[in-house]
């Protein structure tokens, strides 16, 4: 079963952690004229490199508004299938039951769901 993923990935040298989200947002869904609102919240995984070594990240997550009208593009390149928009119950009868617990808490936190 696929997932169901926010946009995240690592800060580029020079970045700042705000400029990472909106540049990985972008790359990931090619949507411009992204402004933050507010820090969310963070959270901890681990992943494995390909050389086998585990890896905790951390991601720092962020409320944004999108102010356009353009559909969401998935970057295919890095794996993504599908880029789409999700009104409050699709994301409690779509999303939720095929995505992380760490996607479920921070979509809990940033009061989309309220």
């Not at 411009?32 to 494995?48: G, Q």
């Not at 880029?83 to 039951?97: C, G, H, R």
């Not at 095929?98 to 479920?104: A, D, L, R, Y």
């Amino acid at each position: 079963m696929e997932k169901w993923d926010l946009p995240k990935g690592k800060i580029e040298k020079g970045e700042s952690i705000e400029q990472a989200a909106l540049r990985e947002v972008e790359e990931e869904t090619a949507l411009k004229d992204l402004t933050l609102e507010h820090f969310i919240s963070h959270t901890y995984h681990i992943y494995t490199e390909r050389d086998g070594k585990q890896v905790l990240k951390i991601t720092h997550w962020f409320k944004m508004n999108y102010n356009g009208t353009d559909t969401p593009i998935p970057q295919t390149e890095e794996g993504i299938t599908e880029a789409t928009w999700k009104n409050q119950s699709e994301i409690l009868t779509d999303v939720f039951p095929k995505t992380f617990k760490n996607i479920q808490l921070i979509l809990e936190e940033s009061q989309l769901l309220n």
